[in-house]
DNA sequence: GAGTGGTCTAGACCACCTA
DNA sequence: AGGTGGTCTAGACCACTCC
């Protein structure tokens, strides 16, 4: 049942947007019970085909279009276009982004953040920030930036707005750290409760768990964050030389 | 009680290996019907924490160590060295190492490779090369490759056994064509059907789709893959400058 | 053979949406 | 008000595992 309704909206007999029959329909014309048929509608939402709406219907989820992030985001030559990376992308697919600031805290660091910046997880060493970004009004992103407290201190990054033309970035620059490498660890895996209330995930869909590191030019590591993405409407790209 | 369960088991109380309550113990215990306690172990195994086993009963799922794949495995370095990135990184783990050549075919492209390699999706003009690869006795990628029938034609790609002590990018550098750069594009996403046959996958687990693009040092595409990769056993690493 | 998860039935009530 | 999905009950049989 549930590879006939598969099939049904592969081939486009069941184009996006459109309404799934419901669940009591299914189950009269298989001729089983209520439960059976919602198994099979189940099966197809955990797949990321099909999403449920309370007391509307059952939907063929649309594929929308992906915003990238690509590694060029932190290029300099991005700079002189003066607008954030993930606010372009979101503008050439029609979409309007904007960033909300969750917190900005001293505090200690998480123990692989505190390893990759070679400093103690015990102490509040590191200033940490965090943001959710939006697409329209979806939030597609959870983001923690992690930066020692010995750099922060007395810049504007303890501050809510940071106030700086080019982010945090900017500010980083001026005191001396200018990113000349970065290293990026990919994963996925399925949202946590928090992260689905946060992102306002539907089932079936993945996240993507990136953690930056910022190096500078002797190899050092100044700054992480990782990148909370709902994998439905966010990918990745990465451009580089083979070295 | 999905709840109460993934308390115990992010505290610890549920160590990674052991044995959930049976269904009908659960059930009993709560005062619940069996469905109502086999729903809570359901929503836990979509989040990924645990997995059922016929007959067995339900386990909290182990972390295993991840295999990173990085953008240094096409690195010359490398070469040196004489084995497969993927089988080194597998040695790192403990893990032995090992491919599956599925198919080997001259065949249409689909779209979106067709027009990375600027050829016409309409005509037999690329080999397609597929693969599984293995870590110990765990599928954990599934790979295709396509490389222009023009480039391919007469060489040994289109044998079962490339044969090559560099694998196709040796044979491929043989023929001109040289890697200086790479752009990958990544997604995360719930596997199809299919997809959970080769790879074995049990619920809950997302894949990381990478679509790989080989440049010559002219920037044009010579050669595409695709990795489809468990994202429980697997994750990716990108080391690159700032440009 | 006893215990486990996988599937299924035939109901019931609730919460939500649309008209 | 009527239809939808969300949750739940109290059973049943099957397929699998382990002893």
Redesign the interface.
Known sequence: MADEL?RAIVDGTLGPGERLPSERELALRYGTARNTAREAVRILS???LVTSEHGRGSFVRRAGP?I?LG??R????HREAGVSPFLMECAQQGKEGRFEVLSVARMAPPADVAHRLQLPGSEPSVLSRENVFWADSDPVQRVTTWIPWSIAEGTALVDDEVGHPYGIHGVLEERGFV???????????????EERGYLLLP??????DVLHTSLDREGAAYELTRFVMR??MT?????????
Chains 1, 2 share one sequence.
Do not use: K, W
């Open positions: 598969r955990e797949q990321g992906l990238r590694n060029d932190y290029s300099p030559r990113m000349a490498r970065l290293s990026e660890e990919v994963g996925a895996r399925m949202p946590t409760p089932p079936g869909v993945p996240v993507l994998a439905d990918g990745l790209r990465y451009d580089a030389p083979i070295e």
